[in-house]
């Protein structure tokens, strides 16, 4: 993707890419880059830090 031209025809049709997009893709690079037992042990985490909030939330 080092191809000035092609980078500036992505970005006519596209768009410039969103923060959230952004920052989307750096995370999903560093998640990548985490050995198997890591990326199951975060995923682990999230759901379970997910779980515990929605628990905390009254009823009504």
């Known amino acids: 993707m080092k191809n ?9 049709k596209l768009g410039a890419p969103s923060s959230e997009a952004m920052e989307s893709l750096r995370l999903l690079k560093a998640f990548l880059k985490l050995a198997p037992r890591q990326r199951y042990e975060l995923i682990e985490t999230a759901e379970r830090l997910v779980s515990d909030a ?4 009254p009823l009504s």
């Open 54 to 57: 929605d628990s905390d939330r």
């Open 4 to 12: 000035p031209t092609f980078l500036a025809e992505l970005h006519k």
